[in-house]
């Protein structure tokens, strides 16, 4: 049993450990982001020095950023399609979730919470991957108690 509560000491450890660098990383990410915001800010025109992508002005992309930053939660691509005054089709739910899917793939920009619903990395919004697990419940791994069978009229003396 103490072998399992080392393990299991462990384990939280490094949970919380995980939990530490996602805070840290998520805090660079925003920190980057402002850093290049100021540089767009005072050289709009000049190309960026990273290797994160830039969103072209105007774009369904950029948009999309835009209204998620002003709602400040994930939103469902249908709402991101009516916020811009589009009609909800298939066409154009695959579209704006194709371009969009690809940022939340290189973990740039965007993150994707729920399915259909796209957060912004800069605002804490994760995709369920990043998130730390859940504590396991109360009592887990412990072995409870057999209950002594019910007592029967039957013989004792038969094995089966």
Same mark, same amino acid.
């Not at 804490?124 to 730390?132: A, I, N, R, W």
């Given at each position: 049993?103490?072998?399992?509560?080392?393990?299991?000491?462990?384990?939280?450890?490094? @949970?919380?450990?995980i939990q530490l660098l @996602?805070?840290?990383? %998520?805090?660079? %990410?925003?920190?980057?982001?402002?850093?290049?915001?100021?540089?767009?800010? #005072?050289?709009?025109?000049?190309?960026?020095?990273?290797?994160? $992508?830039?969103?072209?002005?105007?774009? &369904?992309?950029?948009?999309?950023?835009?209204?998620?930053?002003?709602?400040?939660?994930?939103?469902?691509?249908?709402? #991101?399609?009516? &916020?811009?005054?589009?009609?909800?089709? %298939?066409?154009?739910?695959?579209? #704006?979730?194709?371009?969009?899917?690809?940022?939340?793939?290189?973990?740039?920009?965007?993150? %994707? /919470?729920?399915?259909?619903?796209?957060? #912004?990395?800069?605002?804490?919004? $994760?995709?369920?991957?990043?998130?730390?697990?859940?504590?396991?419940?109360?009592?887990?791994?412990?072995?409870? /108690?057999? /209950?002594?069978? /019910?007592?029967?009229?039957?013989?004792?003396?038969?094995?089966?």
């Amino acid at each position: 049993m103490d072998e399992r509560k080392a393990i299991h000491e462990k384990l939280k450890k490094k @949970e919380q450990e995980i939990q530490l660098l @996602e805070e840290k990383l %998520r805090a660079a %990410r925003i920190y980057v982001q402002a850093l290049q915001d100021v540089l767009k800010m #005072l050289h709009p025109d000049s190309p960026p020095e990273t290797g994160e $992508s830039v969103m072209k002005s105007g774009s &369904a992309v950029a948009k999309a950023r835009e209204i998620i930053l002003q709602r400040g939660k994930p939103v469902h691509i249908n709402d #991101l399609i009516e &916020a811009m005054g589009k009609e909800v089709t %298939r066409e154009s739910r695959a579209s #704006l979730t194709s371009s969009i899917a690809a940022y939340v793939r290189r973990g740039d920009v965007f993150t %994707r /919470p729920a399915p259909n619903t796209f957060g #912004l990395a800069e605002l804490g919004h $994760s995709t369920p991957g990043e998130q730390p697990t859940h504590q396991p419940p109360q009592g887990f791994g412990k072995i409870s /108690p057999v /209950p002594p069978p /019910p007592k029967s009229d039957m013989d004792d003396d038969i094995p089966f």
